[in-house]
């Protein structure tokens, strides 16, 4: 029987985050600059999604949240 296919993660950004961020402390990415970057990550992913309306609506909600979790981050909330 063949093997079932892997998924390869080659994105280096969240390689980094496998190692350092989401393995070594569960609680990762509740803060807001922990928020920013997985916006972050989604709005880059979603440039893969082929269906250009769906893109553009995650996107557009990956954007709305780096800006809000943005603004909370600047102000020290």
């Not at 961020?21 to 922990?34: F, I, L, Q, T, V």
């Not at 979603?46 to 949240?65: G, H, L």
Request: charged residues 15%.
């Amino acid at each position: 029987m063949a093997n079932p296919p892997l998924l390869t993660v080659t994105n280096p950004w969240l390689l980094w985050l496998f190692l350092h961020g989401w393995e070594g402390d569960p609680g990762w990415g509740k803060s807001h600059a922990g928020q920013v970057a997985i916006a972050t990550a989604i709005h880059e992913l979603a440039n893969q999604v082929e269906d250009a309306e769906a893109r553009k609506q995650i996107q557009a909600v990956a954007a709305k949240s780096i800006a809000r979790s943005g603004e909370k981050l600047s102000a020290g909330l």
